[in-house]
């Protein structure tokens, strides 16, 4: 594996996780769905209870009490939940940062998305930047999966030309996915888009998580490389 302590001297705030006897637990559980981009799902990746506290948070947002920026249109309504101000956003992406298990950046918000029957989100691919940090890893939590629709779909996955890989949801899950190859070049195949809710709702919580691609990939890719070959 890749020594995975670069980050030093980029004057930036760096964290290393703290070690979390249940990171070895949630690696264990994590499974790979395409090589193509790099793309995983871990099941139950967040409890019943905060999943319903979160939902709880959005739904506040919704109603305009939280005092905090909101859009809604056909990619469904957004709102970003702050790490510093909500203790169990913190913790979830305290949680992803152990699992990819290597130092990272705080991240300030974590985006809260509630799609309803008819709203889906196009295709587009997670290459943005943040000064000299790439969006390295999107990892999305679904907090209440629909009743029909709502499929994260990657068209160019594993190089088909022809079939789609598509990622169906399901309550607390996790689904993670890299947006740079190891090498620290954009991957393409990681374009995606949410199928339509065709019922019922879809409810996510996102960190996005920037990192120097060009230091950090191989790192964040060798860690989920070796938590997949070591699971059962």
Wanted: proline share 7%; hydrophobic share 40%; glycine share 8%.
């Amino acid at each position: 594996m890749r020594d995975p302590s670069y980050g030093a001297g980029m004057g930036a705030e760096v964290h290393h996780p703290s070690p979390d006897a249940g990171v070895s637990s949630l690696r264990a559980r994590l499974r790979r769905v395409a090589a193509v981009p790099a793309l995983y799902r871990l099941e139950r990746f967040v409890s019943a209870h905060e999943a319903a506290a979160i939902i709880a948070l959005g739904e506040q947002a919704e109603r305009g009490t939280l005092d905090l920026p909101t859009k809604h249109d056909s990619t469904g309504f957004s709102v970003e939940l702050l790490t510093d101000r909500f203790e169990v956003v913190a913790q979830v992406h305290r949680r992803i940062a152990s699992l990819i298990g290597v130092p990272w950046h705080v991240e300030p918000s974590l985006r809260f998305r509630h799609y309803r029957s008819g709203e889906g989100h196009p295709p587009h691919v997670d290459n943005y930047r943040k000064g000299d940090e790439d969006l390295l890893v999107t990892a999305m939590v679904v907090l209440r999966a629909p009743d029909a629709g709502g499929r994260t779909s990657f068209p160019l996955a594993d190089g088909a030309a022809t079939d789609a890989v598509a990622v169906a949801p399901h309550d607390r899950e996790l689904v993670l996915w890299l947006n740079h190859r190891a090498d620290g070049s954009e991957e393409p195949a990681s374009s995606h888009a949410g199928e339509t809710v065709d019922a019922g709702e879809k409810i996510t919580l996102t960190s996005f998580v920037y990192l120097p691609a060009a230091l950090a990939a191989g790192p964040v890719h060798d860690v989920l490389d070796a938590a997949v070959g070591a699971a059962p």
